[in-house]
Every structure is written in structure tokens, then in C-alpha cells.
């Protein structure tokens, strides 16, 4: 592990320059791993069936899309096709599609992947010398299984921990005692941290940035971490596939095009224009092994159209991510919905201490909480009438007390859940 992280210094130190390249020298970059990827493929059953010829980089936005479903069908071609006794990398995505797959990678994606992560981190002053609180189950490095190993790792220095996700208080003890530099953790986590925080009048002296990732932080939450804790959060957007893109300290989500394509489609496909939302395509560059080609992930995001962040970095833009096709809700012609304007009327609520908001139908919602105190017929009304107001439609909420709202197998906390099925 270690051995492969030392590897990833001169990538890391390309990304370095490669991230002010000129447009034509990144058209240049995109044709040449575009051709190599697509002659890698070609070699896979799976998609020598799939595109019928070798396809090249001209065909590009022609190519079909890889669906979730189909990735089971991929991952056994690989390794059918791949010698006896390759050395294969291998992990397993969250499922928190409810598709749990299996994905293989060759040591060049995983030193992309690795060298973009250090880019990201390094660019708002994280030192792997420095405290830093990883509050995460996530494997937010590797893309593998050995979180706990790389952090603990002389390369990362011995100042860091990476303690299972434990109830909050028990958190908060630890980044009392710990007082860490840097924190890394989900943005539901850190909204369940931050009571603890606003009621003791207290936070880590020596803090100077928190890092967040695997969930959509919505710009209230921001605005509410940032005020508690005093310093700036700045977001990825990673997956076990790849990681995908990151914010500069600028505020730009900039994409790591070295490492992949990232597209904002329709439903045909079709490019979306700057500022309509549409479904995200991966394309993986630096995986030889198991590439994805046009790669339908299970986000929604905004397109940006061309253009750049102020920071001056010539990586592409990717607009607001809006989070798995299953968080986001659905009018009745079908139409997705973002779940945050039902969800502030439930935060301003304070007899709600967490909860979770499920859609069953187009005007049916299960509203679980967690009480801080009882939610009376006022409280109950008012989001009800909040829900009608924002849908443009009368809504049912059913209010469901429960103990407590488990976490995903991952550790995150699934605010919105559609239990609606995307229209055929």
C-alpha cells in the first residue's frame, strides 16, 4: 500500500501542471486516452459484442450507455478474458443503488484516483502531517478496503485517526480531546455533530477546514457549519468508480479530466445545456483494465456549460450535484425534483432532533423523525401546508416517530427516499 502511494508522487505532481493545460492541449489529452481506452475495450468481449467495431474517439457521444444493471455482465468478461492469475484490483460499490457491483481497476486508475484525491486535499492546505478527524466509513483514498490501514500509514503520518462513525456525543468527546486540524466527514454526520457544538459554545481551536463528501450538502447546511465551526467546507465528489470532481477553494466543482469524462445528459443521451439537470455518464481514462464507457452512475447533476472558475485551473465545470436518482422526488408527469425545498421546513422545526422524508406517491409522504420534543397538530400542519406550497399540489404527510433513522451500510444518514418508480 504503502509502496503504491510513494508511485502516485509523479502523477500527482503532472496534475499539478496539467490542470492549467490550454484547451487545445486538453483536446489533445482527451483524443489520445479516449483511443487507448476504446482499443483496451475492444480486447473485452462485453463490449467487442456491445459496439460491433472498433469504435474510436469520433464515435464518442454515439457510444451507448452502460447501464448499472449491465456491470455484473462487464466484470465477468474482464475476468474471463483476463490471463490466469492476473493481479487484479478489486471493490465493491456501497449499494446504495440497491445494486451492489463489483468493479476492477489496474494501478494506473488507482494512482489517478489517489494523485487527484491529493490534489483536492492539498489545495486547501491539508498536510498529511497535520491532525485530521477522518469521521468516516467511506473508503474516501483507496477506492479499496483499506481505509483504516492508509490513513494509519507512515506516508500519512501519525497524527491521524480514523474512528468508526459512533453516536454524536461520543464524537464530539473525541474531537474535543483530539482537536484536530482538518476533518473529514459526511454532511449528515456533521448536521448531527452540530447541536453538540452550538450548545457547548466550543469547536477545535487549531481547526482551519473541514472536507465533506458521499452526500449532497445543500447550501443551508453549509452556511450552518461554516458559522459553528468557523472555517471553510469544501466538497468532492467521489465513488467507488472513480473520483470525479472536487471544489477549489474558489467555490468551482472542477472535474479531474485526466482521470475521466464527465457528461450531463437527457434522457436520450443528448448533452443537457448549462443549468438543466440531467443524469451523470462516467468515463473512466487511466482504467485499462476494466474501463467504463459512457457509464450511467445513478446521479443527477447540473450542466455548467464552458465555463471556468476564477481560480484560473482549465478543468472543466460540473454544475450542482443533485444526488442518486432514489434521494430525488417525482412529480406526477415524472419530472425529478430536488428533495431540499421539502426538507427546510422540516429543519426549522426544532421538536424534529432528525429525520427522514419518504415519498410513496406523487402527493403521499412518510415523514420519520427522531423527537427532540412532541410534534403537535401545529407542527404537523405547517409541514404539511410547507409540502402542499412547495409541490403546487395537496399532499398527504403521515408522521412516524421511530427511535432512531439507521445508517446506510456506509455510515451516511438517507434524508430523502423515493420509493416512486421512474416512469417506463
Given amino acids: 500500500m504503502v509502496g503504491q502511494l510513494v508511485g502516485t508522487v509523479p502523477r500527482y505532481l503532472e496534475l499539478l501542471r496539467s490542470q492549467y493545460w490550454s484547451e487545445e492541449r486538453w483536446r489533445g489529452y482527451r483524443q489520445a486516452r479516449l483511443e ?180 449532497v450538502l445543500d447550501d443551508a447546511l453549509r452556511g450552518r457549519i461554516e458559522s459553528v465551526f468557523g472555517v471553510p467546507v469544501a466538497e468532492n465528489y467521489g465513488s467507488t468508480e472513480a473520483f470525479l470532481a472536487w471544489q477549489c477553494p474558489n467555490g468551482g466543482f472542477h472535474v479531474n479530466a485526466e482521470h475521466v469524462i464527465v457528461e450531463v445528459v437527457d434522457d436520450h443521451a443528448e448533452a443537457c445545456g448549462p443549468g438543466e439537470m440531467g443524469r451523470v455518464l462516467v468515463t473512466t481514462l487511466e482504467n485499462l483494465k476494466m474501463p467504463l464507457i459512457r457509464y450511467e452512475i445513478g446521479d443527477y447533476a447540473t450542466a455548467a456549460g464552458e465555463d471556468r472558475c476564477v481560480c484560473g485551473r482549465t478543468l472543466p465545470i460540473i454544475g450542482r450535484v443533485m444526488g442518486r436518482s432514489m434521494n430525488l422526488f417525482r412529480a406526477r408527469d415524472g419530472r425529478l425534483l430536488s428533495p431540499w425545498p421539502l426538507v427546510e421546513p422540516l429543519k426549522a422545526r426544532r421538536e424534529l432532533k432528525q429525520f427522514q422524508i419518504v415519498q410513496t406517491a406523487a402527493d403521499s409522504f412518510v415523514v420519520k423523525f427522531v423527537a427532540a420534543a412532541p410534534l403537535e397538530r401545529e407542527g404537523r400542519a405547517f409541514v404539511e401546508e410547507s409540502f402542499t406550497k412547495v409541490l403546487g399540489i395537496p399532499v398527504q404527510v403521515e408522521f412516524r416517530e421511530v427511535n432512531e433513522i439507521a445508517r446506510s451500510r456506509v455510515g451516511k444518514f438517507m434524508i430523502a427516499i423515493s420509493e416512486m418508480s421512474p416512469p417506463s
Fill in 36 to 215: 487507448r481506452v476504446l482499443e483496451a475495450a475492444a480486447r473485452i468481449p462485453f463490449y467487442a459484442r456491445r459496439f460491433g467495431k472498433a469504435a474510436s474517439p469520433m464515435d464518442f457521444n454515439r457510444l451507448p450507455v452502460l447501464r448499472r444493471s449491465e456491470i455484473a455482465e462487464l466484470n465477468r468478461s474482464v475476468r474471463d478474458s483476463s490471463p490466469a492469475g492476473s493481479d487484479l484490483i478489486v471493490d465493491w460499490s456501497s449499494g446504495s443503488t440497491a445494486m451492489p457491483a463489483e468493479f476492477i481497476y489496474d494501478r494506473a486508475h488507482q494512482r489517478g484516483r489517489f494523485a487527484a484525491r491529493a490534489r483536492y486535499l492539498r489545495s486547501h492546505g491539508w498536510s498529511p502531517f497535520l491532525r485530521t478527524a477522518w469521521l468516516v466509513k467511506l473508503n474516501f483514498l483507496s477506492g479499496g478496503s483499506q481505509d483504516s490501514e492508509l490513513v494509519r500509514s507512515p506516508l500519512f503520518g501519525i497524527g491521524n485517526s480514523l474512528p468508526n462513525l459512533d453516536e454524536f456525543e461520543a464524537q464530539f468527546e473525541f474531537l474535543r480531546r483530539y482537536d484536530p486540524v482538518f476533518i473529514y466527514s459526511f454532511p449528515s454526520n456533521l448536521e448531527g455533530l452540530l447541536p453538540l457544538f452550538e450548545r457547548s459554545g466550543l469547536r477545535p481551536p487549531r481547526l482551519r477546514g473541514i472536507f465533506t463528501g458521499a452526500e
